[in-house]
């Protein structure tokens, strides 16, 4: 492997690293305050494709459709947590484990009766459809960079969201001890809606932003949620640095290991995660 | 008694009664009045598309045909094998032991088809194969019982190999995935172009369903390979002409593919698929009398385009009506039953095919270019492909 | 946060304990009546008691000891594999050291996970199982050495005669009907022995507080361990016996999905008091039967049956009936 290439390689994995994150960033979240697993993050991220298509079709435009769609997401995120998940903070992990997988079921179905079971394309905007010759026959989308660009505000977004802000402090608060958050008066609740809410609303526009790219199709869903469960044990629970750091790690790992060790491709990700965790049981980042 | 516990009890016992009703078969009709043909399709889950066009296509055939097999009525029994091959056994098992059907159609994913063909071996239940392009099904493991009126995943790759050499590209690079489908594409794939006077550069493969493809496409740039074959399906395909065009590579290599590539994709793909040039039996634009009829038939009964699934689907039901017609609608006789299914002819969309000894269809396959998001047949790319059915020893 | 905030039924009340032995006795008598297609509803029982065992193997590990785990399903297809590539293609080989070979060759892979998985706690348990069952997944479905996606079949059921003595024909479906049943209630009862010896206690207090545990000197790590391999055996043991009932091996057997769905059994029926796995997994399967046969959107049904059933009934079967039991007192 040449210089070149061995960039240009770089490049690739850091980029889908960056997507991972955007995925996981909300599913860390959610476990790291609220302590819920959610088995449903990949649905969120298809739900998200899915919209994306319909939006963009009814609006002619993929930036309007994103904005749309976001908010869209954002409100059935806190309709989601309002009816159902709110119940289920103080129960085990196995029954928060059953109730997300009954989820997967459902979401599928609406999805099949909604859209249809068809593989459809998202329209990129013309703006962006184009592409930076990097070699003699290769070249990379803008559209590519564009996403990680996003990805990269999201992440500095989220960083001074949780550190700078008075939401966040209440967010770490409590995350650190929740009775003691509540007692001191902050409405607990309210931040657990819109925790939760905002990671919905993470997974969903991660879909919406990929779908002109990954295009739009039933399995989609399901590809990505063991991924960002890995991503996520590998960065440690609720640590959103951790995310950032496990998913460029895993989106690297990814990239090389498909052109460097082909055969064990499919493996190498969660053997990773094993050695991770062999020297460190809680993950790379504590919350 | 506690009257609530009365109540609860009375009503569990009650819904479990009422609900096994449901758990036994169906029909108490004497033997002898209806045939029972078995459906085992995915009609939920990624493989929905294909199953319910299979379904659609062998009603069809069926619905030309008066409805019935062998001047005998029918009645469908459906199951949904959800493409899981760990309950592939126990759902055979159903339409055969439970419901008793006559034949079974079915399935389209490799997997489940294993489990199909276990059962089919086993019981001796008249099986036809509408999708599921596992080799060993007409190979190794072939059955009298047992027909298909697809393809094996080699057939579609046999034809690609000469037409690439023919075209001046004689070093290419091969890409799928790493399951079995994209293992026995490759077999077709590697036979025909090396036969041809092709090299292979370089074999690559990724783990299933990964789509993260860029690794790989600037691998293939940098070998600057003549051209690049591949096999790939569904949203993986439109995934991997869209990331291929937009890094440029279609500009400089040119990609070939088995015709999976370009089926029910090519709204999703848009301009990416442009000119891409795959080996398939069926494009939706063959321009033959039989294709147009079969499509502008199909467009009125069911309100959607037919495919190369719904094209399987129908021959399957073609296929079926032949052996019934011949029989008279006895399907105990099996001997002549298997004899008129294995000398049929069948009068195909696709072109007129036959069987060969291990129970595969002998078929032309087109070449096809994506023109205007339409696969446009340019020509015949091999006549009367056969599967070489390796270790079949029946004929 | 560890899965103690419910008491789980243990000691199971005279009511229960009787229709449980009724439900027994009939299991026993079924192959006697006489009906049409017989020979189906023999399969799905054996099938249905093949996962009561794998599900009890699960309620020990999730149940008694509290550890959730997502890739159980891995130790079940392990076997499954074992047997079929144990089996030679020209003649079946004997049951009696292939099963046991077996479930220990099962014990030995979670024994060996179970080393880098259970010093993990609480959430991070729950992926970090769920992880190592999907690299286990990809290592048999990415590999045609190991059978690929496809899978392998298993040429033969297993033969059971010693020395001279031609013994059960496994081929025989009732016969295979009354050596599940048989397994599946030794299997019953040795876990409910286990349930109440020390090791039982041990576990149980683990899943209660395991740091008290801890403070009172039980070495937590290794009896997780050891819970944690003894359930990957009999998870081994029903996947054996499922490769031998259907003859046909998959990657998806040792899937995120059955994983799931032995999760789904084992709470259904009401987790730590291993009657309650048998009876999850028959109602679990029955209620999938049901809903598939009834409609096409089976999956919408089953997603609320499951969430419905979390959301009403947290214990389970078990737990509805005992509260029945206790109300009419």
Partial sequence: MDATNFFIQLLNGLQYGLLLFMLTAGLTLIFGIMGVINLAHGSFYMIGAYLAWSLSALFGNLFVAIVVGALLSVVFGWALEWILFRHFYHRDHIDQVLLTFGLIYIFEELRSLLWGDNVHAVQMPKVLDWSIQLTDNLAYPVYRLFMSCICLLLAVGLYLLISKTRLGMKIRAGAFNHDMTEALGINIRLIHGIVFALGVGLASVAGMIAAPISSVYPSMGSSVLIMCFVVVVIGGIGSVRGALVASLLVGLVDTFGKVLLPQVAGMLVYMVMAIVLLYKPEGLFKQ | ?395 | MSAHSQVPLERLPRAVRIALLLGGLALAMFPLVPMDGRDFYLQMLTQMMILAIFAMSLDLLQGVTGLVSLGHAAFFGLAGYSLAFLMPTDMPISLWWSLPLTALGAALAALIIGVFVVRTHGIYFIMVTMAFAQMIYFLFFDNKSLGGSDGVYVSFKPQASIAGWDGIDLNNKVTFFYFTLILLAATYLFLRRLLFSPFGRALAGIRTNEHRMRAIGYGTYGYKLTAFTLAGGLAGVAGYLWAAQTGYVNPDLMGFHMSAHAIMMVILGGMGNIAGAIVGAFAFEYTLHLFKDTTKHWQLLMGCFIVLMVVFAPKGIMGLLVRQEEASK
């Avoid at chain 2, 467009?299 to 021959?315: E, I, L, R």
Wanted: hydrophobic content about 40%; aromatic content about 8%.
């Fill in chain 2, 1 to 395: 008694m506690n009257s609530r516990r009365f109540v609860l009890t009375g009503g569990a016992a009650l819904a479990a009664s009422v609900s096994s009703s449901l758990l036994l078969p169906r029909w108490a009709n004497a033997q002898g009045s209806k045939l029972r043909v078995g459906l085992m399709l995915p009609f939920t889950g990624t493989f929905a598309q294909p199953g319910i066009a299979v379904e659609n296509g062998f009603r069809l055939a069926l619905a030309q045909n008066g409805d019935k097999l062998g001047g005998r009525e029918f009645e469908l029994v459906k199951v949904d094998d959800e493409s899981n091959p760990a309950k592939a056994i126990e759902n055979a098992t159903r339409l055969v032991q439970r419901d008793k059907v006559d034949v079974l159609i079915g399935s389209v994913h490799s997997g489940v088809q294993m489990g199909i063909h276990k059962v089919a071996r086993e019981t001796g239940v008249l099986n036809i194969i509408p999708n599921a392009g596992v080799h060993v099904a007409t190979r190794a493991q072939c059955a009298p019982n047992v027909f298909r009126t697809s393809f094996t995943n080699a057939q579609p790759t046999l034809a690609l190999g000469k037409v690439m050499v023919d075209r001046g590209h004689k070093k290419a690079v091969w890409i799928t995935w790493n399951y079995a489908a994209g293992e026995e594409a490759f077999e077709g794939f590697e036979k025909g172009f090396t036969e041809a006077g092709g090299t292979i550069v370089k074999k690559f493969g990724l783990p299933f369903p990964n789509v993260e493809f860029q690794a790989l496409l600037t691998e293939i740039a940098s070998l600057k390979p003549d051209a690049v074959a591949c096999f790939f399906a569904g949203g993986g395909a439109a995934k991997f002409l869209r990331d291929y065009a937009a890094a440029g590579l279609n500009k400089t290599i040119p990609l070939y593919g088995s015709g999976f590539l370009t089926e029910g994709v090519l709204d999703a793909a848009g301009d990416a698929a442009e000119g891409v040039l795959t080996t398939l039996h069926y494009s939706d634009s063959l321009d033959t009398p039989r294709n147009k009829q079969f499509r502008l038939e199909y467009a009125k009964t069911f309100k959607a385009q037919p495919d190369v699934y719904a094209v399987q689907g129908y021959d399957a039901g073609l296929l079926l009506i032949q052996g019934a017609n011949a029989v008279k609608g006895d399907f105990s006789n099996k001997k002549s039953l298997y004899a008129a299914m294995e000398n049929a002819t069948i009068d195909s969309p696709r072109g007129k095919w036959t069987m060969s000894k291990s129970h595969n269809p002998v078929q032309d396959m087109y070449l096809r270019q994506v023109v205007n998001k339409d696969n446009k047949v340019i020509r015949i790319a091999q006549k009367a492909v056969a599967d070489p059915g390796t270790g079949c020893r029946m004929g």
